[in-house]
């Protein structure tokens, strides 16, 4: 099973990518400014600050339809079924056919696809949160691993606020988890993550990841600067007449950000590599993330910078 699909990121990018461009020079025309102008960045930015919370609203339903359509052409009986529930957290769904153990599993960055597996295929399933200051928790999960492959569902996200571990909201978060769980290990009793695999004796840290997301944040962080940069040297006119000179600050930032981010995601395929080889490991999602945010953050940046260049 997958969590995500590369051609609907893509797809999305692409989208996102069009749609502000065009609603940009549908307003600059109504108010008489240039086809690139600073409404099309506004909504760019706003576009791809909120890609979780707008994937999530576009293609969740889509999600669930395709869940829907699945469990009745596979014949599943009684299910049961887990939401994923978390601030700007790519929602997810989870269903167990408590009659014969099959998990069917679909989410917004691949809501296409109705993937299904047998509940003696999956490991280290858990419950559990993150320890946030002060002893509380923003982020209750349930995660299990099908191959190598990690699935963390999350039961409880919050962007600020914290809870006490002994709260309702988390003893229920966990407990919805390990309900499901519980299902689970009917049908595969030693798939449980017990303690000497979680004290790291089976899963080995890959450290790559770090560094490849430090990367991909910071080209994130100069891709705007660059941007900024770009819009405010094409508000001269005649500024194309000396490119070189004029867009001197654009052009190094425009290579400093895709330096970062190319870094980051050769960094973020290494690490899904070793990843692969190794068997399961902690420390993926770095990996992972990396290469989604360098992904990102190399089109978009090539495609502004083509439209500063020739638009």
């Given amino acids: 099973m997958k969590r995500n699909s590369v051609p609907t990121i893509i797809l999305l990018i692409v989208s996102y990518l069009a749609a502000g461009i065009l609603l940009g020079a549908v307003c600059g025309w109504f108010l008489h400014q240039e086809f690139i102008n600073v409404i099309t960045l506004l909504l760019l930015s706003i576009l791809f600050i909120g890609f979780t919370d707008v994937t999530n609203l576009i293609m969740f339903p889509i999600a669930k339809r395709t869940m829907e359509k699945g469990l009745r052409a596979n014949n599943f009986g009684k299910t049961t079924t887990l939401f994923s529930n978390g601030t700007h957290r790519i929602k997810s769904m989870l269903c167990i056919d408590e009659e014969t153990g099959r998990v069917a599993y679909t989410s917004a960055l691949n809501p296409f696809k109705f993937q299904m597996a ?12 993150e320890r946030a200051p002060l002893g509380g928790t923003r982020y209750v999960f349930f995660e299990f691993y099908h ?10 996200a919050t962007a600020r606020l914290v809870y006490f571990v002994e709260s309702r909201q988390v003893r229920e978060a966990i407990a919805a988890g390990e309900n ?5 290990l009917r049908f595969n009793p030693k798939g449980r993550l017990t303690a ?8 080995p840290f890959i450290k790559i990841g770090i560094p490849a997301t430090i990367c991909a944040g910071v080209s994130i962080f100069v891709t705007v600067v660059a941007m900024c940069s770009e819009f405010y040297i094409s508000s001269f006119e005649g500024w194309k007449d000396d490119l ?4 001197k600050f ?25 990843a692969a080889a190794d068997g399961p490991v902690r420390g993926l999602g770095f990996s992972k993330a990396a290469t989604v945010m360098s992904s990102i953050t190399i089109a978009v940046l090539l495609l502004t910078f083509a439209l500063f260049i020739f638009v």
């Fill in 118 to 129: 047998e509940a003696k295929e999956l490991s280290k399933v858990r419950s559990g949160y």
């Fill in 147 to 156: 191959g190598n492959n990690r699935f963390r569902i999350p039961m409880l």
């Fill in 180 to 184: 499901f769980g519980n299902l689970i």
């Fill in 196 to 203: 000497d695999k979680l004290n790291n004796r089976e899963m």
């Fill in 244 to 247: 070189l000179n004029n867009g």
């Fill in 250 to 274: 654009a052009f190094v930032t425009v290579f400093i950000a895709l330096a970062l981010a190319v870094t980051g995601l050769i960094l973020g395929i290494k690490g899904l590599k070793q």
